[in-house]
């Protein structure tokens, strides 16, 4: 009983250990988006699944034939029903022998230039990842990236899911949510349109002003006012790339979690060449609701 005890943990720490190797590049991908400013993949559990079921099988298969008549990746998902592809791609490596096998599948995907710059590229937007062993000891690591179709444009409705996002961060610190105010939302689509028109992303215009001037302007007055922007490239779901993009800021999260702002407003605009821009005003009067 005790020696089957033992046979069963053995045989659960391969797929553990698979698993983070998995884990593993894709975390060191994420961070090399992080660094070149591209929004964050969605690791989809879904695309994990397949991922997994494509490695095991090419594993099970002969050595020699490992490499041969895969079935496009595209195909197979459009099989699946999954209509937000717009295009996919697989990635392929196997490995016998690497001390850090993480290690060594991330710098190999590094030194294929075309599948590396589809790694990085801002309109990749999910990805799924699995890694299997072969009974001949060769790991087989698989990646499916996805670029999914923009989602349709609608202002009013991603303004409203920006403040319920933000909302959902604060309730998780247990904090108050704050209120939509019109006249903070004004000015946010305003700034948010005059950088989609002009084609700059700044908290200043090109003319050097900034959220004083706005506000000035606009003749809305709060002790303590914050702000944050962001812009992406219509991504599958914009507001989550934009708002998980401000939770990964220092900076841009202590303005959504300042305890002593109670008010926001979210304005966002599309420019001709697709990107999306946003912009969140937090506002407050002196620590008062």
Do not use: Y
Request: contains cysteine; glycine residues 8%; aromatic residues 6%.
């Amino acid at each position: 009983m005790r020696l089957r005890t033992l046979a069963l943990v053995a045989a659960g720490a391969i797929p553990c250990a698979l698993g983070q190797i998995s884990d593993q590049v894709f975390e060191q991908l994420a961070a090399a988006r992080t660094r070149l400013g591209a929004p964050r993949l969605e690791r989809d559990p879904a695309l994990d699944a397949l991922a997994r079921s494509r490695a095991e099988e090419l594993a099970a298969r002969p050595p020699d034939r490992r490499l041969a008549g895969r079935e496009s990746i595209t195909r197979t998902l459009a099989a699946r029903g999954d209509r937000r592809v717009l295009q996919a791609w697989e990635r392929l490596d196997l490995s016998r022998g690497a001390t850090e096998p993480a290690r060594h599948f991330f710098r190999r995907w590094q030194r294929s230039p075309g599948a590396w710059r589809r790694a990085l590229a801002p309109t990749t937007t999910r990805i799924g990842l699995a890694t299997a062993r072969a009974p001949d000891g060769w790991l087989i690591f698989l990646a499916i990236l996805t670029e999914d179709r923009p989602a349709a444009f609608d202002a009013a409705a991603w303004e409203e899911a920006t403040l319920a996002a933000v909302n959902h961060l604060r309730a998780a610190r247990g904090l108050a949510p704050l209120r939509a105010d019109p006249e903070l939302a004004a000015v946010a689509r305003r700034h948010s349109e005059d950088m989609a028109s002009r084609g700059f992303f700044d908290h200043r215009d090109p003319e050097g002003r900034g959220l004083a001037f706005r506000l000035h302007r606009a003749g809305v007055r709060h002790q303590q006012v914050k702000e944050n922007i962001a812009v992406n490239l219509g991504q599958a779901d914009p507001v989550r790339t934009a708002v998980e993009s401000w939770d990964n800021s220092p900076l841009h999260l202590a303005a959504m979690i300042d305890p002593d702002l109670h008010l926001s407003g979210v304005g966002i605009a599309r420019a001709s060449d697709g990107r999306i821009f946003f912009t969140q005003l937090f506002a407050g009067d002196g620590g008062k609701p």
